[in-house]
């Protein structure tokens, strides 16, 4: 369960940081991302994937927090 | 004569033929030609790992992160070098973070207070004399506005209790204590120091002042994040920044204070330069204050005037007319240093190995000058630093990941380069060698570098080492003389 800050970066993508690696991607899809639902499986641009409690709408960026690690593609 | 790819990959295999089968795939993921069309490094190289036990690293450890980077230059604080007297005294003053002040008055940036640990201390544990010391430094240099702790090996290995003596002796004292886990076992590199030296800044003082508004804001309000002053570094980026009109709130760390970096909530916007060391505070104030950050770089008039405008960018129409002013006052100056030394310089190729952010940083400066970077390679980079990285150099240029000492020679024999940028580690054995060096580190006391004014002082100081006649005086002289024999007899015949 490592904590993971979203963010957007100055392209406007969003982007999942791993604070203890230090590693940083683009996130290429969101399970949900719609007026009242955000969150889910993040995939990022390399195939693997983070997910995260679904939230009510999307939330005010930058935000750390938990997240599972998917299923590896 | 640029190598190709083939030609590069081959070098690498070549050199890392004398390592055992397993240090041989260890140090092969270290190594590779640069491929520009990549967008993540971490297809192509590995990095942030255990130097190899046996190899000759240039690597330091968390407390030189912490102490030496992050929080040494801190100028109007205290940092207590916890645990055995070496670790201070041989790092004391070594890194030339300028500052104003009078030392041992109001500033204490280029002493050494060390608990100096001895067997018993080890034995008993250390955490009176700690208390003892803080009390000692307050009676001493009362005008000392903060202490930090900054953790030497021993203290994690004998389970100190730091937090609780910082805790007692900080509301005793009404000062800041702050304690700093960075002993140095933790993590491969001094990466990890920054990274507990930013942890601490954040638990221990950055939130003092959330609830003070007195301080009065304006809309342009920045900090310098992540320039450490070295020769003045910090001051020749200031002033471009106010001459453009933004106010400069807190300068972390180089001729900081600690009022400064307790300010530093308050401004508009955090000018990142060393994105290694700090960009763990920067993504911290992002999202604890929503504070935008962005990454600059002063290093030669084309990436400063860039930088210049990227910045002017986020503020408002006054501050972009006024950027171009800048940008128009000093190109003549610059211009006139261009004309002056790149005709020197012009095609000369240079290898470069040094810390968290020069090493993609000043290539902009080196190609305003003619030169051409064709090794690069970070002691404790991430894959961040070297996806940044990718871009800046040029196709099949050799990039080394914690290059150790054979190798890093080895390539410099093959690649012939005409300069080297690195540490003082490295600078006698290539000096000796005959290859030109400067110590890129502390800019070999010289400096600043940084802004326009910096770069006439780089760029005299790459010419006056790379034009240097003494480098075609190295070789022995009974060398030579043997070779001139050898000739006439040669002629002779």
Not at chain 1, 45 to 67: E, N, Y
Not at chain 2, 25 to 41: A, V
Not at chain 2, 222 to 251: F, K, P, T
Request: net charge negative; aromatic share 10%; with cysteine.
């Amino acid at each position: 369960m490592p904590s993971v800050m979203l963010r957007e970066n100055d392209k406007g993508e969003l982007t999942l940081y791993v604070p203890k690696k230090d590693q940083e991607d683009v996130i290429a899809s969101i399970e949900f991302d719609t007026e009242d639902a955000w969150g889910g499986e993040l995939t990022l641009g390399d195939g693997s994937s983070f997910v995260i409690d679904k939230m009510p709408g999307k939330p005010d960026l930058p935000i750390t927090v938990r997240a599972k690690r998917g299923a590896e593609a | 004569m640029a190598m190709s790819r083939d030609e590069v990959e081959s070098l690498i295999q070549e050199v890392l033929e004398v390592y055992p089968e397993k240090a041989q795939k260890n140090r092969e993921k270290h190594l590779t030609p640069n491929d520009p069309e990549l967008e993540q490094s971490k297809k192509c190289i590995t990095s942030n790992k255990k130097s190899l036990p046996g190899v000759m690293t240039i690597r330091g450890c968390a407390y030189a992160g912490s102490k030496g980077v992050v929080w040494g230059p801190i100028k109007d604080m205290i940092h207590i070098s916890h645990g055995p007297v070496g670790c201070g005294q041989y790092s004391r003053a070594g890194r030339r973070n300028y500052y104003i002040g009078t030392t041992g008055v109001n500033t204490f940036v280029t002493m050494n207070f060390t608990s100096d640990f001895q067997e018993k201390d080890i034995v008993f544990g250390g955490d009176k004399k700690l208390a003892t010391l803080i009390d000692e430094i307050e009676t001493l240099f009362p005008l000392n506005k903060g202490i930090s702790i900054q953790s030497e090996c021993p203290i994690g290995l004998i389970g100190d209790d730091i937090e609780a003596v910082s805790k007692k002796k900080s509301a005793e004292h009404g000062k800041v204590v702050v304690p700093v886990r960075c002993e140095g076992f933790r993590g491969v590199s001094q990466s990890l120091g920054h990274h507990i030296a930013n942890d601490a800044i954040r638990d221990w003082t950055l939130g003092a002042r959330d609830d003070d508004n007195s301080f009065p804001q304006t809309d342009y309000d920045v900090a310098i994040i992540g320039d450490y002053n070295i020769g003045g570094d910090a001051w020749s980026s200031r002033i471009l920044l106010e001459e453009m009109g933004l106010r400069v709130v807190a300068q972390w760390s180089g001729d900081g204070t600690i009022a400064e970096m307790e300010l530093t909530p308050k401004v508009k916007l955090n000018l990142v330069h060393c994105y290694r060391s700090m960009n763990y505070i920067s993504r911290h104030m992002e999202e604890k204050y929503k504070i935008p950050w962005m990454e600059y770089n002063f290093f030669g008039p084309t990436k400063t005037a860039e930088s210049l405008r990227a910045i002017a960018a986020k503020f408002d129409e006054s501050i972009q007319a006024k950027c171009e002013e800048v940008i128009a006052k000093y190109q003549p100056e610059w211009e006139a240093v261009v004309a002056k030394y790149r005709p020197r310089l012009e095609g000369k190729r240079v290898m470069l190995y040094i810390g968290g952010l020069r090493p993609r940083h000043v290539i902009g400066a080196y190609e305003d000058l003619g030169m051409e970077v064709v090794g690069t390679g970070y002691e404790f980079g991430h894959n961040d630093d070297y996806d940044r990285t990718l871009k800046e150099m040029g196709d099949a240029t050799l990039l080394y990941d914690d290059v150790t000492g054979y190798e890093f020679e080895e390539f410099v024999k093959r690649v012939k380069p005409d300069l080297i940028g690195s540490g003082i580690k490295e600078k006698y054995i290539f000096q000796k060698m005959g290859v030109p060096f400067r110590q890129m580190h502390s800019w070999d006391y010289s400096g600043p570098y940084h802004g326009f004014d910096g770069f006439a002082i780089f760029a005299r100081d790459m010419d006056m080492t790379l034009n240097n006649p003494c480098w075609g005086l190295l070789q022995a002289p009974w060398k030579k003389s043997t070779e001139a024999a050898d000739e006439a007899v040669a002629a002779s015949a």
